[in-house]
Nanobody, 118 residues
Framework: QVQLVESGGGLVQAGGSLRLSCAASGRTFSSMVMAWFRQAPGQEREFVAS????????YYSDSVKGRFTISRDNAKNTMALRMNTLKPEDTAVYYC???????????WGRGTQVTVSS
């Protein structure tokens, strides 16, 4: 079992930056693939970025590639998402997720709100 808690959301102007954090508890954190998803009002949840258990490989959606950076620290059981050059369309609730490789994401945090004003 893995429990995930997000933090770092807030209100920022377009062009600004935020850093989201995800704190995980559970002995299997370091073996799991971690990811960030987001959900804007009235829209479906969408993939933002993921990172393999070793941190060696990251994947990004086209909409955030080049602006967002995902990272993890297995020693501290944490994951982060550095978001630069934020746009109003990045406004959403951001969720941290975890899962075994190839098995999908079956552990989710409760989310943190990111609002980007124009």
């Amino acid at each position: 079992q893995v429990q995930l808690v997000e933090s770092g959301g807030g209100l920022v102007q377009a062009g600004g930056s935020l850093r989201l954090s995800c704190a995980a508890s559970g002995r299997t954190f370091s073996s799991m693939v971690m990811a960030w998803f987001r959900q804007a009002p009235g829209q479906e949840r969408e993939f933002v970025a993921s990172i393999t258990w070793s941190g060696g490989t990251q994947y990004y959606s086209d909409s955030v590639k080049g602006r967002f950076t995902i990272s993890r620290d297995n020693a501290k059981n944490t994951m982060a998402l550095r978001m630069n050059t934020l746009k109003p369309e990045d406004t959403a609730v951001y969720y941290c997720a975890a899962g075994a490789a190839g098995a999908g994401f079956n552990f989710w945090g409760r989310g943190t709100q990111v609002t980007v004003s124009s």
